[in-house]
């Protein structure tokens, strides 16, 4: 491949880190305020949920797309449209209003799926891991780390400026600060397939069930099924934690806040530092072993003791596990996959990941409104074992497959 000039990582991560920012200032708050408008939680997972099931729809067409058109246009779209939903959510005030904002946001939410890919664009395939973590982890995890103390302090200086605003003003405070991204990425995104030797064929076919079934019977099949899964478990946590937080354990908007932003920093620190010396050594399976075994704990442990510090403990071990599984994870997938269709396989994954999104939080809020706030997380907890004995039959396919190539993979 072409050489990389390191400046353009850098732009790629601030564009991604500023997009999570603004998700880091919404995500904590939409909870409490869905309720202050009397939805209950199954209505609220919904909520959540939508935008999921819109990327589950949208994400691998702006895949394939992105193969074809190239990254750029398709991130700068997928930044406009989450600018506009966020302006939305501001002066919501039902709940189909709710829906129709994040279903805009979640129709042109491609932003992970084709930074992803954007990443493996210009990456040689040795070193995925480490940029998928370095790059990307680490900006998704310091945007949602700083997110949300950004959030509670916008919420504060509404209360202080505008008080019959005060609940909205964070929302619209995101929407700009997502518009000025938008911005900045037409004048200074680069194209990355620019980047790349070989030519991205992308065949004729559209979006259908077939394009899905072709990815889940290659090899890296079980592994996209794999991180599908973990998904699943992870998006039942964030769909009820401001609600266990408030719920079990007390803690108030701002608590709230704090506590999503320990989260975000444990993510950021190890998708941006742990994974890159930790994956030469052990590989990515094992990393996938260790990150999965730690949620299976931390998730069934969470709700067992309600004080502050044992939330601390059992957050900062599930963060931990979920950054060392998920750059693994999505690593494997990626080298797994042929290079002509890198996008349309990082957007088939997005997109089942969504799908994992949609339904996590729809089963999260039924069961926490009808068997109470510990039960997401025992589900979640066992589903997690799923997640790791799918996960080690599909390395054992890939070193099966890599075998008879006569070709190394890490493992």
Not at 17 to 45: C, T
Not at 164 to 180: N, Q, V
Not at 298 to 314: N, V
Request: with cysteine; net charge positive.
């Amino acid at each position: 491949m072409k050489p990389v000039n390191k400046s353009v990582f850098w732009i790629i991560f601030t564009i991604v880190f500023i997009d999570l920012l603004g998700f880091g200032i919404v995500f904590p708050l939409l909870p409490l305020y869905a309720r202050s408008y009397h939805l209950n939680e199954f209505q609220v997972g919904l909520i959540l949920g939508i935008y999921s099931l819109m990327q589950f729809l949208f994400a691998p067409i702006l895949g394939r797309l992105s193969d074809k058109i190239g990254r750029r246009p398709v991130l700068i779209v997928s930044l406009l449209g989450t600018s506009l939903s966020f302006f939305m959510l501001a002066w919501s005030k039902s709940f189909i209003w709710f829906l129709v904002a994040r279903a805009v946001d979640g129709i042109a939410g491609s932003n992970l799926a084709t930074a992803q890919a954007y990443i493996a664009d210009i990456s040689p395939k040795e070193q995925r891991t480490r940029n998928l973590g370095m790059w990307i982890g680490a900006a998704f995890g310091l945007g949602f780390a700083f997110g949300p103390f950004i959030g509670g302090a916008l919420n504060l200086l509404g209360q202080a400026i505008v008080p019959s605003f005060a609940l909205g003003f964070p929302f619209f405070a995101a929407g700009l600060l997502a518009l000025a991204n938008t911005l900045a990425a037409f004048f200074i995104l680069p194209e990355s397939l620019t980047f790349r030797d070989s030519q991205h064929l992308v065949g004729r076919r559209t979006f259908s069930l077939g394009v899905i079934q072709d990815r889940l019977s290659d090899t890296v099949g079980s592994l996209i099924v794999t991180y599908a899964i973990v998904v699943f478990a992870f998006a039942q946590m964030e769909a009820t934690y401001t609600w266990l937080s408030h719920d079990l354990f007390k803690l108030s908007s701002i608590g709230i806040y704090a506590m999503f932003g320990y989260l975000g920093f444990v993510m950021a620190l190890v998708q941006g530092g742990l994974v890159r010396r930790l994956e030469p050594k052990l590989g990515d399976k094992n990393l996938t072993t260790l990150g999965c075994s730690i949620m299976v704990v931390s998730l069934a442990a969470m709700p067992l003791i309600h004080t502050l510090a044992w939330l601390l403990l059992t957050s900062g071990a599930l963060a931990l596990g979920e950054g060392l599984c998920n750059p693994a994870l999505i690593s494997s997938i990626s080298k797994g996959a042929h290079e002509s269709l890198q996008g349309e396989t990082m957007g088939v994954s997005q997109s089942l990941a969504s799908l994992s999104r949609f339904f996590g939080p729809l089963l999260a809020g039924y069961l926490y409104m009808h068997y109470g706030a510990e039960s997401p997380y025992f589900i979640s907890a066992i589903i997690m074992l799923f997640a790791l004995t799918i996960g080690l039959s599909g390395y054992k396919k890939l070193l099966t497959q890599a075998s008879s190539k006569e070709q190394p993979v890490s493992a």
